[in-house]
């Protein structure tokens, strides 16, 4: 079967700290990945996408990086988190048509 | 570009019927969706549109005009449960698939 999964589910990181999040997804070869997030009472904000490995689209200028160093792995990491980056990043995916499908979040708080 | 409409906020009362708005603007059109999000969760896909009409999956159905630029979720006999944020999302055409996202509609349904 086709899942995705994320991690860590919550993480509580400092102003300045580095960030790494996760996301692999099973039972498909080269999907499009994506990565959002949502701040807190508003909408999905698209930060990337990739259609393939080593391949990445970043939609807007910010503090943080994407890399997709396998197929079925897509990782957003920050070298130097800021305040502003609190927020529920949400990986997803494409597996079939054009349906996104999305893993479970990771709820980040920055202090 | 694209640009997506919807309410911030309904409320509805449990066994009532409910019909949340979505208007978009889009250079190019492959699809309109719908996602359900639960406080704290991730969104859920509910249904795809890509021609004119409406489309129905038990309670819930969908109808889109593309001349209009226009789509809406119809939720009959509401349930409790069925609180939750909608979000409104719209597929360009041409090049890589990007999904855009309405900053969704938090039904609250009450007793």
């Known amino acids: 079967s086709q899942t995705i999964h994320q991690w860590p589910a919550t993480l509580v990181q400092p102003v300045g700290s580095p960030l790494s999040l996760e996301c692999t997804v099973e039972?498909?070869?080269?999907?499009?990945l994506y990565w959002y997030r949502q701040a807190a009472g508003r909408g999905l904000q698209l930060l990337f996408y990739?259609?393939?490995?080593?391949?990445i689209s970043s939609e807007v200028p910010q503090n943080l990086s994407a890399s997709r160093p396998q197929d079925r792995q897509f990782i957003l990491s920050s070298k130097k988190l800021l305040l502003s980056d609190s927020g529920f990043y949400l990986c997803a995916w494409i597996p079939g048509s054009y349906e996104q499908y999305f893993g479970p979040g990771t709820r980040l708080t920055v202090t | 570009g694209q640009n997506i409409d919807q309410p911030t906020e309904m409320t509805a009362t449990e066994g009532a019927i409910v019909q949340i708005n979505c208007t978009y603007q889009?250079?190019?059109?492959?699809?309109l969706f719908w996602y359900q999000q639960h406080a704290g969760e991730a969104p859920t896909f509910l249904s795809y549109n890509v021609l004119d009409g409406l489309e129905e999956k038990g309670r819930f159905s969908s109808f889109l005009s593309r001349s209009k630029g226009y789509s809406y979720l119809l939720l009959k006999e509401l349930q409790m449960k069925d609180s939750a944020s909608y979000l409104c999302?719209?597929?360009?055409?041409?090049?890589?698939?990007?999904?855009?996202f309405g900053r969704g509609t938090s039904l609250i349904v009450h007793p």
């Open positions: 990739s259609v393939g490995i080593g391949q």
């Open positions: 999302a719209v597929g360009a055409s041409g090049g890589s698939y990007i999904p855009t």
């Open positions: 889009t250079s190019g059109f492959n699809g």
């Open positions: 039972g498909t070869s080269n999907p499009n």
